[in-house]
């Protein structure tokens, strides 16, 4: 039984239209499997990741995923791959262009969620995966699960989305931006080099630190032991530290394109209005909020509770804000093993 991580590459010499309109002339996924498909196919988990994620969903999720974790390879399939856009071995800035022979860099086009879940749906073919029964994915790795959802409403057998949303906030828009205004203000961003705009993007991490936690995730670990100081504050530090770290395993272009992919969202356009659109979800599925989200606040998972018909709706308590699902694995196990067992009882009865 395969319980470690396999890094593959999916390969498409097909020219792949993006939504907006721009073609690369090529496409390469970078995916991870862990664990064996079994004979009917039906143990597939697919997991989405979030903005800065890779495909090893072992190694950013290893509360939930691996050898003895809820999500165990003895009994799962499961599968992770990486964005189109990204920098981690999917088509993204950092690829070759075959037509120019020189890499992308920020000539790299725009691509939305739709992009990546087309994306997705090449490697799930070319994997002969029929079914999957669970598709789970936080913040934008949420987004992605729940557009797939909707454009193929028959694949995905359970949803699970966490701390994610139907559209894209204006207030998560505004954040974006204001990092995106960050790395505009760094003038090397857009030279042709990987390194490109690194002071920016640094800045740009500092300013996202924000909102995937909340006041009192600093209050209580970001708090000073004295009265006496006058600088090197342990806050100004934190999200110093932060965003030199992002920069040693990130490129800059991809952080712009990923945040815009996230503006992007919203599974109303072109099909009418968010209410009838959630109404299409054929999954049964698990809406997770976080208590302290001040990016995507409860508000929006509710919403998408409500509409998606028999959807259940659970709350995780944190002080950790956003970032917390990605580490109250506690509590989120106890809310899935809730979840499965009502499922399975719904297909009973």
Partial sequence: M??????????????????????????????TTLGVLNETRDNVIWVCHALTGNADAADWWNGLIGEGCFYDPQEYFIVCANVIGSCYGSTGPLSVNPLTGGHYYADFPEVTIRDMVRAHELLRKYLNITQIHTCIGGSL????????????????????????????????????????MAIYADPTWCEPRPDAGLHGLKAARAIALLSYRNYEAYQLRQHEDTNEKLKGFRAAGYVQYQGEKLTKRFNTIAYLRLSQAMDSHNIARGRGEIDQVLATVRSKTLVIGISSDILFPPAEQKLMAHYIPDAVYAEIDSIFGHDGFLVEYEQMKQILKTFYQSAMLRVAA
């Fill in 2 to 31: 395969e319980t470690k991580s396999r890094t593959y590459v999916f390969e498409s010499n097909q020219p792949f239209a993006l939504e907006q309109g721009a073609v690369l002339p090529q496409l390469q996924i970078a995916y």
């Fill in 141 to 180: 790795g949420g987004q992605q699960a729940l557009e797939w959802a909707i454009s193929q409403p028959l694949l995905i057998q359970h949803l699970i989305l966490l701390a994610s949303n139907a559209c894209h906030s204006p207030w998560g828009i505004a954040f974006n931006e204001a990092q995106r």
